[in-house]
């Protein structure tokens, strides 16, 4: 079965430094997504990508973030700066419609920023 | 404001003892609204999506019902498989965002 899969699972990095985290979405799918959730709080929505642009973003999603998607299969999360409070789990996310369709979430990445 | 409020936000069943989550939601113009699972420490994982209020879904123990105010996820006769934490998720007609819930953490106990 067609799973999302995200790298690194675990990254570690000190504030001030710049982190990209990866996803391979499923491959038939075209809609894209980043969220985040900090522990034991609720999944955030940070923004979602569509035919190679932005289609939505979230007040989270300020320009410290950026996402890309390299070529045909990566989808990438850049964040510039990292800020303590960039500490959380970052899922990405891909879904085959636009918003009627199910989201398919990756198993995570958990950012520490020290 | 909450968009998306979830309760209770722990609940202990027996194996066997059935049992409802609730998800209430203040958003207008509901185009969807779904119901994950969530493992610790693994993304959530899509079970049901429900469009309008009346409609209900049916996986294995587990059924999915929506009013317009509401939804509910009733287990039957649950098992301690079922142990997850249960996440209710909202998308409004305007825009692409999902609005979670802070979840239901389920323990089912043998």
């Known amino acids: 079965e067609p799973e999302v899969t995200q790298t690194p699972s675990h990254q570690v990095t000190q504030m001030g430094q710049e982190v990209i985290l990866r996803c391979v979405p499923i491959s038939n799918h075209l809609y894209f997504y980043w969220y985040r959730q900090i522990l034991g709080q609720k999944v955030e929505f940070l923004v979602s990508f569509y035919n190679n642009e932005i289609s939505e973003k979230s007040e989270i999603f300020d320009d410290q973030f950026s996402v890309e998607r390299p070529d045909g299969s990566n989808f990438t999360l850049k964040i510039r700066s990292t800020k303590l409070e960039d500490s959380a789990m970052y899922f990405c996310?891909?879904?085959?419609?636009?918003?009627?369709?199910?989201?398919?979430f990756g198993p995570g990445t958990r950012l520490t920023v020290t | 404001e909450d968009q998306v409020t979830q309760s209770p936000e722990a609940l202990r069943l027996q194996e066997g003892e059935s049992s409802s989550l609730n998800c209430s939601y203040t958003v207008s113009g509901l185009r969807g609204l779904f119901w994950y699972r969530q493992d610790p420490g693994k993304g959530p994982e899509f079970l049901f999506t429900?469009?309008?209020a009346g409609e209900e879904k049916e996986k294995e123990r587990l059924k999915a019902t929506l009013t317009k105010k509401e939804s509910f996820l009733h287990i039957t006769a649950p098992k301690p498989e079922d142990s997850a934490t249960y996440l209710c998720a909202v998308r409004m007609d305007t825009g692409n965002q999902f609005y979670f819930g802070t979840g239901t953490s389920l323990t089912v106990i043998p």
């Open positions: 996310a891909s879904s085959r419609d636009r918003g009627l369709g199910e989201q398919y």
């Open positions: 429900l469009y309008s």
